[in-house]
């Protein structure tokens, strides 16, 4: 379980390293394309601002539908275990009728010594 948990760790790690470092890139990227067409077609600082947040907004929702998408897959691997957990009878039969064993650590008036 360890081994598993260190690997899907490793995993996580170097997903969230390279979605952030192309993350940049990217911006990096439209910053320069915006850049050479506000110099060859005159554009206007707002409209600049609009395709910025514009393209800001689409990658913030890719990587929110990525998150959603980690979720369902999640529940999908998760519930077949949890089918067998609800549908496996429970190996411990109780019915009620035992009591436990008196000990001599516990006082007749219920309280216990230590």
């Known amino acids: 379980m360890f081994e598993y948990g260190r690997s899907k760790g490793y995993f996580w790690a170097f997903f969230f390293i390279a979605y952030?470092?192309?993350?940049?890139?990217?911006?990096?990227?439209?910053?320069?394309?915006?850049?050479?067409?506000?110099?060859?077609?005159?554009?206007?600082?707002?409209?600049?601002?609009?395709?910025?947040l514009y393209v800001r907004t689409i990658m913030n929702n890719a990587g929110t539908l990525t998150n959603n998408i980690q979720a369902v897959a999640k529940v999908f691997g998760s519930s077949y275990e949890i089918a067998l957990l609800i549908v496996t009878p429970n190996q411990v039969v109780h019915d009620g009728k035992l009591k436990?064993?008196?000990?001599?650590?516990?006082?007749?008036?219920?309280?216990?010594?230590l």
């Open 20 to 52: 952030k470092t192309l993350q940049s890139l990217a911006d990096l990227l439209i910053i320069y394309i915006v850049s050479q067409t506000f110099s060859y077609f005159e554009l206007t600082i707002g409209e600049v601002t609009a395709i910025l």
């Open 100 to 113: 436990p064993e008196t000990s001599v650590d516990v006082a007749t008036d219920g309280s216990v010594e």
